[in-house]
C-alpha cells in the first residue's frame, strides 16, 4: 500500500526556518508531481507550491521568496521555508501524483499532514 508521509513539523519562533519532508513508500518507484498544501485553523486549505519531472517548481507568488521546493530523489521531497510568521501556523499537506509504483501507476494520494506552530 502506498503511503505519503510528511515529516519536520513542530513549534518555531517567528523568524526561525524549518523544512519539511515527504516521503512515498510502499512500493513506490518514482513520484513525478508533489504538491505542497497548508490548512490555518478556521480556513480551506491552500496551495504552497508545486514540483513536477526533476525540478520544475511553482511557487505560489504570495510565498515565494520564502519557501521552497526540492526534490531530494524519486520518492522524496521538501518545503524548505524561511522568516517564519504566526500566519504560517497550518497543518502541511504533501500530496503526490503521476506515480510509478512496482504493480502500476496511482494518482492524487495525499499525506495526512505535519503541524507547524510559529509562536513565541
Known amino acids: 500500500q502506498v503511503t505519503i508521509v510528511e515529516s519536520g513539523g513542530g513549534l518555531v519562533q517567528p523568524g526561525g526556518s524549518l523544512r519539511l519532508s515527504c516521503v512515498a513508500s510502499?512500493?513506490?518507484?518514482?513520484?513525478?508531481?508533489w504538491g505542497w498544501y497548508r490548512q490555518s485553523p478556521g480556513k480551506g486549505r491552500e496551495l504552497v507550491g508545486i514540483l513536477t519531472g526533476r525540478s520544475t517548481t511553482n511557487v505560489t507568488p504570495s510565498l515565494a521568496g520564502r519557501f521552497t521546493i526540492s526534490r531530494e530523489d524519486t520518492r522524496t521531497v521538501h518545503l524548505d521555508i524561511n522568516g517564519l510568521t504566526p500566519d504560517d501556523t497550518a497543518v502541511y499537506y504533501c500530496?503526490?501524483?503521476?506515480?510509478?509504483?512496482?504493480?502500476?501507476?496511482?494518482?492524487?494520494?495525499w499525506g495526512q499532514g505535519t503541524q507547524v506552530t510559529v509562536s513565541s
Open positions: 510502499g512500493g513506490v518507484l518514482y513520484v513525478n508531481t
Open positions: 500530496h503526490a501524483d503521476q506515480i510509478t509504483t512496482q504493480t502500476g501507476p496511482l494518482w492524487d494520494t
